[in-house]
């Protein structure tokens, strides 16, 4: 009886380490799963992080524009971190080839011939994104107010004569009429066409889009005689009543000699592009799509570039542009 009492103890001892070592190697197995868990957590929260996109704006307000519009809706709709870089057009092409930045969204392509052939066409380093939607115009222009009592000055003719040359001179140019550019990141080919055509007219470069805009300005403001380079669409034909200069006629073969400094004709009308970094797609699939998607109006820009005429600030006017046309930007999503 004793030895069957010891045996029995013997037994319920053993079968309770068992029982220990059992739930022990579960509670390691559990700790093992629990740390599998995490480490698979993590690895998809990496997985899943989103790069960095960066857009380049240009230095005049409808390019600033379209890449905040672009900013706010990558990061409010998409998730993602959006950085702004400020260059001059030229300059952008090596920067995107070079993969620095992901997109440029206005790019005016009478301007850019032999860049897209070199880094679209040839060397294949910068993708066309596609049209952005406005239509460009680049052009002369002068107050109405000086067609009254100079009618000849609505085309290029008119601006032939020394007398006409002396009533546009300043201070700067002497006996020459002042013409005045924008800024010099611009690509312009105003010095060509007076050379070219045999105006007695002087380029006058102020240096940026709102040097330019507070001249013609002030010189609306006294009434007087002004000839400037500028471009549609913008908020400033809204402003001031201006009349474009008539040049002669755009044409291929006309442009066709800006290495030679052969132009003497108008500028094309311009279909707005993008272009992309050729990295774009793989670093971001889903950015790739929606900046191809992005399109829209002359009247959308408009808009926007009413809304900083009137004083909000580039960021202001995109986010209402945002608020009010969800209807727009939606069909942009991937």
């Not at 995490?38 to 890449?67: M, R």
């Not at 107010?145 to 006409?164: D, K, R, V």
């Not at 700067?172 to 924008?182: K, P, S």
């Not at 399109?295 to 909000?312: F, H, K, P, R, W």
């Amino acid at each position: 009886m004793k030895k069957s009492k010891v045996a029995l103890l013997l037994a319920l001892m053993f079968t309770l380490l068992l029982v220990a070592c059992g739930g022990q190697a579960n509670t390691t197995d559990t700790a093992n799963n629990n740390d599998g868990g995490a480490n698979t957590t993590e690895n998809n929260e990496e997985s899943g992080d989103k790069p960095t996109i960066t857009l380049i704006q240009n230095t005049w307000p409808a390019s600033e524009l379209n890449v905040n519009v672009a900013k706010i809706i990558l990061e409010q709709e998409l998730g993602y971190t959006v950085e702004l870089v400020t260059l001059d057009e030229g300059v952008q092409w090596t920067t995107l080839a070079s993969g620095d930045a992901d997109a440029s969204l206005e790019i005016w392509p009478s301007g850019h011939g032999a860049n897209i052939a070199q880094y679209i066409t040839d060397q294949k380093v910068v993708e066309d994104g596609g049209a952005l939607g406005p239509v460009g115009e680049i052009g002369w222009f002068i107050p109405t107010y000086l067609l009254e009592a100079h009618p000849e000055l609505a085309t290029w003719e008119g601006f032939q004569s020394p007398e006409i040359g002396t009533l546009f001179a300043t201070a700067e140019t002497g006996e020459l009429g002042t013409f005045l550019a924008g800024s010099p990141g611009w690509t312009q080919y105003d010095e060509q066409i007076i050379a070219n055509l045999g105006l007695p007219f002087q380029v006058i470069t102020t240096g940026s889009e709102e040097a330019l805009l507070a001249a013609v300005a002030a010189a609306y403001e006294r009434q007087d005689p002004v000839l400037f380079y500028f471009y549609s669409p913008h908020a400033v034909f809204s402003k001031f009543d201006l009349t474009q200069v008539e040049l002669p006629a755009y044409s291929d073969d006309c442009y066709a000699q800006i290495e030679a400094g052969g132009v003497d004709c108008a500028y094309p009308d311009d279909v707005l592009m993008k272009i992309f970094s050729t990295d774009l797609q793989e670093k971001s699939p889903e950015v790739h799509t929606f900046l191809q998607n992005f399109n829209y109006t002359n009247a959308d820009q408009i808009e926007m570039l009413g809304m900083v005429e009137g004083g909000s600030t580039i960021a202001e006017a995109a986010q209402a542009w945002v608020d009010a046309h969800g209807d727009v930007w939606a069909n942009w999503l991937p």
